[in-house]
């Protein structure tokens, strides 16, 4: 079941999955050590996928300091992938964030080889490519 929560909502089991899969995805899987708990998870809204204990997909969005919406931490389990999640979460995520903050602008750092995903949702490539972590990045907005 698809679940929207804000911080405070999350149950500790919730957050531990969250962080377990972004450190085996964002740092061993990719080989990029940097740090996941960035101060931001208290702010954001959590949109997670959870099936018999076990998350198969999740993202978090928060408002910038700049008043867009940033979308991050997009990811859908090793092995899940392949099944039309990634698909399914972003829907998701871009209908809350068109519901909740209907006049922002919606932005992500999306990894270069998956940018025509974002692309076929609409987002333009708003920079050149550029290295975040290890991984070249392109920044991305839809407005």
Not at 26 to 46: C, L
Not at 49 to 60: P, T, W
Not at 113 to 137: M, N, Q, R
Request: aromatic residues 16%; charged residues 25%.
């Amino acid at each position: 079941m698809w679940t929207f929560k804000n911080f405070d909502e999350l149950t500790k089991d919730e957050l531990y999955l969250f962080y377990k899969e972004r450190s085996a995805i964002f740092v061993v899987e990719q080989a990029s050590p940097y740090q996941d708990i960035d101060g931001r998870d208290p702010d954001s809204i959590h949109i997670s996928y959870i099936e018999d204990g076990k998350l198969m997909a999740y993202s978090r969005i928060f408002v910038t300091d700049s008043g867009n919406v940033h979308i991050g931490r997009v990811l859908v389990t090793k092995q899940n992938r392949g099944k039309g999640l990634a698909r399914q979460l972003f829907k998701n995520v871009l209908i809350y964030c068109k519901k909740y903050y209907p006049e922002k602008a919606i932005e992500l750092n999306s990894e270069e080889y998956i940018k025509d995903f974002y692309a076929s949702f609409g987002f333009k490539e708003i920079s050149e490519p550029y290295t975040l972590f290890g991984v070249s990045h392109v920044s991305m907005l839809l407005e």
